[in-house]
């Protein structure tokens, strides 16, 4: 890899987000205004009241303080509790904390709890004088009394002014809930009913605070994604009216949504008050005329975002843009592509890390002409080495001239200086993509490649500071320079080695130090990057010593 080339790349990258910033963002007046449309949207929905102190206590304690229907099937088991109806306790069976430990990802809690992260679903009214479900009502079961994909609960209370509440709630193999909710009337009179569904977590959880990753509040309201994080709630409230979506509250591998029912129009807020809150709530009332009943349904999904998972709820629920909840970034379709090819690899060899180098060796045969044209052109350019330092030096204070002869002398040999660019402008879209593979999908989370390699969405555990583990001493993790990162920066230097040298003695100093400097920076990177470019230069350096064998260039 011509590391003037890779310098060029990044000048130029960084230069399309300045001219996109200052030509095609919008406006700070722009986004006032829209900051604005947002907190003037309203509905004449009652708003939901969470006005509540709790005393903190264990998880333990906060688990035994109610009555319990336990649920489980293949993927999740936790409980809910019968104050409240809460699902607020719940498990990941194949997914652990750590690579070496036992302990399920536990990501719903009870409320008293400090972590506490819960789902809430029910009923608010106009209506004056009638008592409705609430956080602090007790609910009683009715028939089976464990949750099963094949054995659905039904929740139950009367409210002694002749109102019956239920809750039927169904659960598949995998992360859905769904939740009908009906009212039954016996009285007379009639009454007003808004269903809604809320998302609530005390405090914001440790985030990785990366620019490449959403963590936080999430929704699609009529097809328009929204992302809000934790501090952009907390300073301010987010409202939306909608026709169709959902929302939710995500993390980098899990996430916490509901799906209102079809065909209902609902209001959404994000909001912090003393706690994190996504809701909905529906915008036309229910009418529960006298010896009536009336029914909704809300769909809950507490996921570990695995791709096949997310999409077949995408697809067979039809929940618009649900596939979304997977940050896959501004190049969605080429990255998610990407994700699908190293899995197929996957699925073929057994090992991810395989599965990258044969994406690898895929992208070099793919770009192999344009590759074979850019390595000509930089043989010729090293053939010509001699005769460009004395056109330097007898036009040293001419630079127009200087100019001139160069250009004839490339026009002559029929030379592309810029050439060498091209294959690394044409890679960036790869490295990036496979970086945000590595980094957001739970499908590359505690996968091992072969010897110290245990986890590719990790860095290289090991260190060149205690002799990569002969010495018995723990380097901090500045000084944590890894196998793979030193074999990066080996092979960068040996390519750089075959490129023409520049004449320039400052550039040749910079470039001399710029494989330990790419080295230095990408130590911390994902082990799967690192190996993805390391196997990528060992790639380029073969094929270019073949172009400069058969341009009679010395390699040495």
Not at 99 to 125: A, D, R
Not at 333 to 351: E, W
Not at 356 to 364: D, P, S, Y
Request: charged share 25%; aromatic share 14%; proline share 5%.
């Amino acid at each position: 890899m011509d590391t003037k080339n890779v310098i060029a790349a990044i000048s130029l990258s960084a230069a399309v987000i300045i001219l996109y910033s200052l030509f095609f963002a919008p406006s700070p007046k722009e986004i006032k205004n829209l900051n604005q449309e947002k907190t003037m949207l309203t509905s004449e929905a009652p708003k939901i009241d969470t006005s509540e102190k709790l005393i903190e206590i264990s998880r333990k304690e906060a688990i035994q303080e109610s009555e319990r229907v336990k649920f489980e099937n293949k993927n999740i088991k936790g409980s809910i509790s019968l104050l409240g109806g809460t699902i607020d306790d719940l498990v990941f069976k194949n997914y652990t904390e750590t690579l070496e430990g036992k302990n399920k990802i536990t990501l719903l809690h009870p409320k008293k709890f400090s972590q506490g992260y819960y789902v809430e679903t029910g009923w608010v009214s106009s209506s004056k004088n009638i008592d409705i479900p609430d956080s602090k009502t007790v609910w009683s079961i009715q028939g089976n009394s464990i949750l099963t994909p094949d054995k659905p609960i039904t929740l139950s209370w009367n409210n002694n002014q002749g109102i019956i509440f239920k809750k039927k709630i169904e659960i598949d193999e995998k992360f859905l809930f769904s939740i009908d909710q009906s009212i039954i009337n016996k009285t007379n009179k009639s009454y007003d009913f808004y269903s809604y569904g809320q998302i609530v977590r005390n405090k914001a959880p440790e985030i990785t605070n990366f620019y490449i990753l959403h963590e936080g509040l999430i929704g699609v309201f009529d097809d328009q994604l929204v992302e809000e994080d934790y501090e952009d709630i907390e300073e301010k409230k987010f409202s939306k009216n909608a026709d169709s979506g959902w929302l939710g509250i995500t993390d980098k591998y899990w996430i916490t949504t509901l799906i209102p029912q079809e065909n209902k129009s609902f209001r959404a807020d994000f909001d912090f008050k003393n706690k994190f809150r996504a809701n909905f709530i529906e915008t036309k009332p229910l009418e529960l005329t006298s010896n009536g009943s009336v029914s909704s349904n809300v769909r809950v999904i507490v996921a570990a975002k695995e791709v096949d998972a997310i999409d077949g709820y995408a697809e067979s629920s039809k929940i618009s843009k649900f596939d979304l909840a997977i940050d896959w970034g501004w190049f969605y379709f080429f990255t998610k592509n990407f994700f699908f090819a190293i899995d197929y690899f996957f699925k073929l060899t057994g090992n991810f890390g395989i599965a990258i180098i044969l994406i690898t060796i895929c992208i070099r045969i793919l770009f192999f002409p344009l590759a074979n044209y850019s390595f000509r052109s930089m043989a010729k350019m090293k053939v010509l080495q001699p005769e460009m330092t004395r056109l330097k030096e007898l036009h040293k204070d001419d630079k127009m001239k200087l100019q001139q002869e160069m250009m004839a002398l490339y026009k002559k040999e029929k030379v592309n200086p810029v050439s060498g660019c091209l294959p690394i402008f044409i890679q960036i879209p790869f490295f990036f993509a496979i970086y945000k593979v590595l980094f957001v999908t739970l499908e590359m989370r505690h996968q091992p490649f072969y010897g110290w390699i245990e986890d590719l969405s990790e860095r290289d555990p090991t260190s060149i500071f205690n002799l990569f583990g002969l010495i018995p001493w723990d380097p901090p993790s500045f000084l944590i320079i890894g196998v793979w990162p030193c074999l990066m920066g080996l092979t960068m230097y040996l390519q750089q080695k075959l490129n023409p040298t520049p004449p320039d003695p400052i550039q040749q100093k910079i470039f001399m130090f710029f494989p330990l400097f790419l080295t230095i920076i990408l130590a911390p990177f994902p082990s799967g990057l690192v190996i993805y470019w390391t196997i990528n230069n060992v790639l380029t350096m073969a094929q270019q010593v073949v172009i400069m064998k058969q341009t009679k260039v010395k390699t040495t």
